[in-house]
């Protein structure tokens, strides 16, 4: 069976401080992606990083990035320098061998000022 | 660029009444199309997924049904509303194919009453 697990239901950061989320997650597949996505207090989805298993490099945007360990599989994400916006729930989601995604339970951060 | 719409926004509904959500996306053709529920402080759970024109997968039974008409357009129908349908519901699309990355339109909150 196909997990995702975020350990971590609730987080807090002073901005402009650097702040990681954790993800593991299993999975038989070889060929899957990864995914971080945020939901704000509007409640939409957006996506933020992304990471193929095939590559070994760990994705970057801007200032958020993964740690992606294949071997432990673990894909961690790491927020820099944040700030009041990244206030959210964000999800770690795993797609592999089908059309459906398996999405953790979220995990709360909360930026303060 | 593509969009995605989902109406209407929110929905409260008695108990035992008819439901359709619908959600279109511009900008794209044959794109995959799914449908979430999203409970109160959760996860994701995906409902259904489309890869074509009145080709529907269902992930989870339950009084729900869903139908695509047309290229660009989900919906999502019950017959008589459950309490436990309470929750908010996201519609996503990809680009047709297994593991890409899924966009989520801004999603609608359903209270049953």
């Known amino acids: 069976a196909q997990t995702v697990t975020q350990s971590q239901p609730e987080m807090s950061v002073q901005e402009a401080e650097t702040v990681t989320l954790s993800c593991t997650y299993d999975t038989s597949e070889n060929n899957y992606y990864l995914f971080w996505y945020k939901q704000p207090p509007s409640r939409q989805m957006i996506l933020v990083i992304r990471?193929?298993?095939?590559?070994?490099q760990n994705a970057t945007e801007n200032r958020f990035s993964v740690n992606f360990q294949k071997a432990a599989k673990s894909f961690s994400l790491k927020i820099s320098d944040s700030q009041l916006g990244d206030t959210a729930m964000y999800f770690c989601?795993?797609?592999?061998?089908?059309?459906?995604?398996?999405f953790g339970t979220g995990t709360r951060l909360k930026v303060l000022a | 660029s593509q969009t995605i719409h989902q109406w209407p926004a929110t929905l409260v509904q008695p108990v035992g009444s008819p439901l359709s959500l619908e959600c279109t996306v511009e900008?794209?053709?044959?794109?995959?199309l799914y449908w979430y529920r999203q409970a109160a402080g959760r996860g994701l759970q995906l409902l259904f997924y489309?890869?074509?024109?009145?080709?529907i997968s269902s992930e989870v039974p339950q009084n729900l049904s869903a139908s695509r008409p047309q290229d660009r357009q989900f919906i999502l129908s019950s017959k008589k509303l459950l309490l436990s349908d309470s929750g908010f519901y996201l519609c996503?699309?990809?680009?047709?194919?297994?593991?890409?990355?899924?966009?989520f339109g801004p999603g609608t909150r359903l209270l049953v009453l």
């Open positions: 989601a795993l797609a592999s061998g089908t059309y459906k995604y398996i």
């Open positions: 489309s890869v074509g024109i009145g080709q």
């Open positions: 990471q193929e298993a095939y590559k070994q």
């Open positions: 900008g794209t053709s044959n794109p995959n």
């Open positions: 996503a699309w990809s680009v047709l194919g297994g593991l890409e990355t899924q966009y």
